[in-house]
């Protein structure tokens, strides 16, 4: 006598998002959209021009305010990159000296 053999498979675990509240579209750092390119081609499928990043500068100081498990997986938005490379003060008016 069979036994009828068991055809519910195990639970196959979901792959698993090590980081689900990580969405790569989004700055790290300020939460804002990053607008990175590759992410765009990823999410639209078409191919974008070059991602602004590739040409702009990450200081070692912005790349150390990631946090652990943001690297790697979201990139930093202009705008922080922006700030970071430039020096901290940045006065608009040079014609203000007194
Ligand atoms: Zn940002």
């Not at 009828?4 to 498979?9: A, K």
């Not at 990580?22 to 790290?28: A, D, R, T, V, Y």
């Not at 990053?34 to 974008?48: F, H, L, P, S, V």
């Not at 997986?73 to 901290?88: D, E, F």
Request: neutral net charge; glycine residues 6%.
């Amino acid at each position: 006598m069979h036994l009828g053999y068991n055809s519910g498979s195990p639970v196959t675990s979901p792959q698993l998002n090590p980081n689900p509240k990580l969405n790569p579209n989004l700055c790290p750092l300020c939460g804002m959209p990053n607008q990175c390119a590759m992410e765009i081609a990823k999410a639209t499928g078409q191919a974008q021009e070059p991602c602004w990043c590739v040409n702009a500068y990450f200081t070692p100081e912005l790349l150390a305010k990631l946090p652990e498990e943001a690297k790697g997986q979201a990139c930093i938005c202009a705008g922080c990159a922006a700030k970071a490379a430039q020096p901290a003060q940045a006065p608009r008016s040079n014609d203000s000296m007194i």
